[in-house]
């Protein structure tokens, strides 16, 4: 819904005869800034900067360039933090989508690695997710407040997708997609620890709902 509304506003708003400008750059310091012009394919500025993590390899890059809008989660020009961790393997990120000529200056903090309190069901390794013995937990990172289950295909053979992941990426199925592979089925879970909260928020919104 978000993503229609803002998918319409950004037609509306944007001039149709000139293509839109954004900042380029990919190397970690993003030194080398270029100014590109987006292909009608990625019509949108996004500036992003990820930390992702592979056991014990830690990297981080920032990214400025065109985007489509899809890449973007949430509506333009709010910044927003998302993450898909799997315990062996993780990869966050903090990004601004926007639509005006090199809106996308902006180099964004480092995405939050302090456990947050929030538990899922995990696989302990990638050998565990192919072969599907999958018995661990995890304890949730930054902006991860939802568990991810399901399976994606790897190397053409079914995998186990298990871990925590930011709430933000389970309003889209497309989105989720992206990011575990067209084959994939991953649904969102509440995480163990605020299961209770999360029924009396939806309590509490039917509530509001028939008061209003
Ligand atoms: C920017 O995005 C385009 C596709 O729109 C891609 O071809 C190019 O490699 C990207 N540049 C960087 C620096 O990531
Ligand atoms: C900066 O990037 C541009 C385009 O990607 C490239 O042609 C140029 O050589 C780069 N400059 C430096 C100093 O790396
Ligand atoms: C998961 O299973 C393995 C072997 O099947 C076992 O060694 C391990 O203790 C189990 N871990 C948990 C957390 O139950
Ligand atoms: C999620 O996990 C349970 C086991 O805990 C499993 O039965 C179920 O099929 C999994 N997949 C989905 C898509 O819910
Ligand atoms: C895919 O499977 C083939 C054959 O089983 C194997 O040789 C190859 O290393 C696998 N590739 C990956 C990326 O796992």
């Given at each position: 819904?978000?993503?229609?509304?803002?998918?319409?506003?950004?037609?509306?708003?944007?001039?149709?005869?000139?293509?839109?400008?954004?900042?380029?750059?990919?190397?970690?310091?993003?030194?080398?800034?270029t100014?590109t012009e987006?292909?009608?394919?990625?019509?949108?500025?996004?500036?992003?900067?990820?930390?992702?993590?592979?056991?014990?390899?830690?990297?981080?890059?920032?990214?400025?360039n065109?985007?489509?809008?899809?890449n973007?989660?949430?509506?333009?020009?709010?910044?927003?933090?998302?993450?898909?961790n799997?315990?062996?393997?993780?990869?966050?990120?903090?990004?601004?989508?926007?639509?005006?000529?090199?809106?996308?200056?902006?180099?964004?903090?480092?995405?939050?690695?302090?456990?947050?309190?929030?538990?899922?069901?995990?696989?302990?390794?990638?050998?565990?997710?192919?072969?599907?013995?999958?018995?661990?937990?995890?304890?949730?990172?930054?902006?991860?407040?939802?568990?991810?289950?399901?399976?994606?295909?790897?190397?053409?053979?079914?995998?186990?997708?298990?871990?925590?992941?930011s709430?933000?990426?389970?309003t889209?199925?497309?989105?989720?997609?992206?990011?575990?592979?067209?084959?994939?089925?991953?649904?969102c879970?509440?995480?163990?620890?605020?299961?209770?909260?999360?029924?009396?928020?939806?309590?509490?919104?039917?509530?509001?709902?028939?008061?209003?």
């Open positions: 819904m978000q993503l229609l509304l803002s998918l319409c506003l950004t037609w509306a708003l944007l001039p149709t005869a000139e293509l839109l400008r954004c900042h380029e750059c990919a190397n970690e310091g993003c030194a080398n800034i100014s987006c292909p009608a394919t990625s019509p949108i500025c996004r500036t992003i900067t990820s930390l992702t993590t592979s056991g014990s390899n830690l990297v981080l890059t920032v990214n400025k065109c985007s489509t809008l899809l973007c989660i949430t509506p333009l020009t709010i910044e927003t933090e998302w993450s898909v799997r315990g062996f393997s993780r990869s966050s990120h903090t990004q601004i989508c926007c639509a005006t000529d090199n809106c996308n200056l902006q180099t964004l903090a480092v995405p939050n690695i302090l456990t947050n309190g929030k538990v899922c069901p995990s696989c302990a390794s990638s050998a565990d997710s192919m072969a599907g013995t999958c018995n661990s937990t995890l304890s949730c990172m930054g902006a991860e407040d939802s568990c991810f289950n399901g399976t994606s295909t790897s190397n053409s053979s079914q995998v186990i997708e298990r871990g925590c992941l709430r933000n990426l389970c889209n199925v497309l989105i989720r997609q992206a990011l575990f592979g067209a084959n994939s089925q991953v649904v879970r509440a995480p163990w620890s605020v299961r209770l909260s999360a029924v009396l928020l939806t309590f509490a919104l039917t509530a509001c709902k028939v008061l209003v």
